[in-house]
């Protein structure tokens, strides 16, 4: 037997590379209702792997990070994580890995959980792995001793990594151990996975700057400077928040067997611009679109055309406007003092450092608040009704006859044909120039309208990529999935887009160990 064969790692997963899911909660209604958008009363939550008749992921990773204390004790009580998950419901194999969550106290001197609460979690929930908990280093380094301060999370990432591989020998808890690399440059992730190598461990989860937007350069440079510790000592890995393709034939190489990413969650739900999974890995946009009966924007758009409520308006425009620049002040002069924390601006080379801490974040918030000035929101909702014609298009006034967009019930009223326009061509029913003047009124109402945004959305109706999707979501949802309105429309997005992501990873993958392109992922019921 083989170094490699020793680690059961590899036999559990035929030695590939596996795409793992970061968890963080989502689940979709499968009975809530588009028209109304409205919950039914019976409600039934569902994961992806519940939806799907063919896998979207090889396992799931859940940081620690997603649950307080008495969450994880019901978790515990209802049978673990895997029965949480519905995962015990499946017919073929969905491993668990858990992690620290490291992210959420990257800015605070020390982890807010202790190496005890780790085990605790891994263990009371049934994991088939744990991450070691670590504290990440955030800055890449092409060489250096780094800073005293990236030194120290390394050594106090080292530390934590054999207390917890003590715990585990002398315990036997039942889920395998994986080692955490927190370092800054090729040679210091070298040196710390052989003193983790030479201290036992087999299986080693990478993260730190290389999940931070490293170029695939500086990333195959770390996974490369490790070969001959994976070699010698039978070491497989984990990459933390890396799945390009282009860095498949390094993986294999280097034997990553492992990796995640939330790119493609993130992507869904962040913004218009790139929320869609299309062919190709080629994404498409989507439309954020205010709800007319809960959307603050709708609120005050309606309040803006009383002359009473429009004075309270510009009064309450500029005292959150105040709040909000000393919000981004506090945070500006937080995200200085990371920088010299984790080396991006040495401290030994700033004279007066809070002096200039401070003179940095100002200028920074001053200019972000010049494109805000008081009031300005409040001009463009007041004007908005007067100039909609202004952006080049027909009205209808078939349908707009009689209806006052300056009430609450008006701008309802609107939102629904907007709706029911966006429904009609997706079903054939109108043209898209018809579904784009009435869209286009709706949502001229609101202050932040960009033509540009919107023009990228036409585009993306135009093309209609959900009716060519095969995946159950966009086959249930329809036109409403590209839509940024409801945390509905939001994990229907995400589930699409793993969907999608796994329909490519499978085939790269495929070819990267020259397998048959066939399709070999459904899972039988």
Same mark, same amino acid.
């Given at each position: 037997?083989?170094?490699?064969?020793?680690?059961?790692?590899?036999?559990?997963?035929?030695?590939?590379?596996?795409?793992?899911?970061?968890?963080?909660?989502?689940?979709?209604?499968?009975?809530?209702?588009?028209?109304?958008?409205?919950?039914?009363?019976?409600?039934?939550?569902?994961?992806?792997?519940?939806?799907?008749?063919?896998?979207?992921?090889?396992?799931?990773?859940?940081?620690?990070?997603?649950?307080?204390?008495?969450?994880?004790?019901?978790?515990?009580?209802?049978? !673990?994580?895997?029965?949480?998950?519905?995962?015990?419901?499946?017919?073929?194999?969905?491993?668990?890995?858990?992690?620290?969550?490291?992210?959420?106290?990257?800015?605070?001197?020390?982890?807010?959980?202790?190496?005890?609460?780790?085990?605790?979690?891994?263990?009371?929930?049934?994991?088939?792995?744990?991450?070691?908990?670590?504290?990440?280093?955030?800055?890449?380094?092409?060489?250096?001793?780094?800073?005293?301060?990236?030194?120290?999370?390394?050594?106090?990432?080292?530390?934590?990594?054999?207390?917890?591989?003590?715990?585990?020998?002398?315990?036997?808890? !039942?889920?395998?151990?994986?080692?955490?690399?927190?370092?800054?440059?090729?040679?210091?992730?070298?040196?710390?996975?052989?003193? %983790?190598?030479?201290?036992?461990?087999?299986?080693?989860?990478?993260?730190?700057?290389?999940?931070?937007?490293?170029?695939?350069?500086?990333?195959?440079?770390? %996974?490369?400077?490790?070969?001959?510790?994976?070699?010698?000592?039978?070491?497989?890995?984990?990459?933390?928040?890396?799945?390009?393709?282009?860095?498949?034939?390094?993986?294999?190489?280097?034997?990553?067997?492992?990796?995640?990413?939330?790119?493609?969650?993130?992507?869904?739900?962040?913004?218009?611009?790139?929320?869609?999974?299309?062919?190709?890995?080629?994404?498409?946009?989507?439309?954020?679109?205010?709800?007319?009966?809960?959307?603050?924007?709708?609120?005050?758009?309606?309040?803006?055309?009383?002359?009473?409520?429009?004075?309270?308006?510009?009064?309450?425009?500029?005292?959150?406007?105040?709040?909000?620049?000393?919000?981004?002040?506090?945070?500006?002069?937080?995200?200085?003092?990371?920088?010299?924390?984790?080396?991006?601006?040495?401290?030994?080379?700033?004279?007066?450092?809070?002096?200039?801490?401070?003179?940095?974040?100002?200028?920074?918030?001053?200019?972000?608040?010049?494109?805000?000035?008081?009031?300005?929101?409040?001009?463009?909702?007041?004007?908005?009704?007067?100039?909609?014609?202004? @952006?080049?298009?027909?009205?209808?006034?078939?349908?707009?006859?009689?209806?006052?967009?300056?009430?609450?019930?008006?701008?309802?009223?609107?939102?629904?044909?907007?709706?029911?326009?966006?429904?009609?061509?997706?079903?054939?029913?109108?043209?898209?120039?018809?579904?784009?003047?009435?869209?286009?009124?709706?949502?001229?109402?609101?202050?932040?309208?960009?033509?540009?945004?919107?023009?990228? @959305?036409?585009?993306?109706?135009?093309?209609?990529?959900?009716?060519?999707?095969?995946?159950?979501?966009?086959?249930?949802?329809?036109?409403?999935?590209?839509?940024?309105?409801?945390?509905?429309?939001?994990?229907?997005?995400?589930?699409?887009?793993?969907?999608?992501?796994?329909?490519?990873?499978?085939?790269?993958?495929?070819?990267?160990?020259?397998?048959?392109?066939?399709?070999?992922?459904?899972?039988?019921?």
């Amino acid at each position: 037997m083989n170094k490699f064969e020793e680690n059961p790692t590899v036999q559990r997963y035929n030695n590939k590379i596996q795409l793992f899911f970061p968890y963080n909660g989502h689940a979709v209604n499968t009975n809530y209702d588009f028209q109304a958008e409205e919950h039914t009363d019976n409600r039934i939550k569902k994961f992806p792997h519940e939806i799907f008749s063919e896998k979207s992921y090889d396992g799931i990773l859940v940081a620690k990070s997603l649950y307080n204390e008495k969450q994880i004790e019901k978790i515990a009580a209802e049978g !673990g994580i895997k029965k949480h998950l519905r995962l015990d419901q499946l017919p073929y194999d969905v491993p668990v890995m858990g992690d620290c969550g490291a992210p959420r106290y990257m800015h605070k001197h020390m982890p807010d959980i202790t190496t005890d609460q780790l085990f605790n979690y891994y263990t009371s929930l049934g994991f088939d792995y744990g991450i070691s908990l670590d504290h990440i280093i955030g800055q890449y380094e092409h060489g250096g001793k780094g800073t005293a301060e990236q030194r120290r999370r390394r050594d106090l990432t080292i530390n934590n990594n054999f207390e917890l591989l003590e715990r585990v020998k002398k315990e036997q808890p !039942g889920w395998y151990l994986i080692g955490s690399i927190q370092a800054w440059s090729a040679q210091s992730f070298r040196d710390v996975a052989l003193e %983790l190598a030479k201290g036992g461990f087999k299986y080693l989860a990478m993260g730190g700057p290389l999940n931070m937007g490293m170029p695939d350069s500086d990333v195959a440079d770390v %996974l490369k400077g490790l070969s001959d510790v994976v070699n010698d000592y039978g070491i497989c890995l984990h990459v933390l928040g890396v799945t390009r393709y282009s860095l498949l034939p390094v993986f294999k190489e280097c034997n990553v067997i492992t990796c995640d990413s939330a790119t493609h969650m993130v992507r869904a739900v962040i913004g218009p611009h790139q929320a869609y999974l299309g062919e190709e890995n080629g994404y498409h946009a989507g439309l954020v679109m205010p709800k007319a009966n809960s959307s603050f924007r709708a609120k005050r758009y309606v309040k803006s055309f009383d002359e009473k409520e429009a004075e309270i308006l510009k009064k309450k425009d500029a005292e959150v406007l105040q709040k909000e620049k000393d919000a981004l002040l506090e945070k500006e002069i937080a995200k200085q003092k990371k920088n010299i924390l984790l080396g991006k601006l040495k401290s030994s080379k700033v004279q007066d450092e809070e002096e200039k801490v401070k003179l940095l974040a100002e200028r920074s918030v001053d200019a972000s608040m010049k494109k805000a000035p008081p009031g300005k929101g409040l001009e463009i909702r007041r004007n908005s009704i007067e100039d909609h014609m202004k @952006f080049g298009e027909d009205v209808m006034p078939n349908l707009l006859e009689g209806l006052d967009r300056k009430t609450k019930d008006g701008i309802e009223k609107l939102d629904i044909m907007a709706r029911d326009a966006l429904r009609s061509y997706d079903r054939g029913e109108i043209s898209l120039q018809e579904a784009k003047n009435v869209l286009l009124q709706y949502l001229r109402c609101f202050d932040g309208f960009n033509p540009k945004y919107f023009e990228n @959305f036409i585009t993306t109706l135009e093309n209609k990529p959900w009716q060519k999707c095969g995946c159950q979501m966009c086959q249930d949802t329809g036109v409403d999935i590209v839509l940024l309105r409801s945390g509905e429309t939001g994990c229907r997005r995400i589930f699409h887009n793993l969907w999608k992501y796994y329909r490519s990873w499978d085939k790269a993958i495929k070819e990267l160990y020259g397998e048959e392109d066939k399709e070999n992922t459904s899972v039988q019921n």
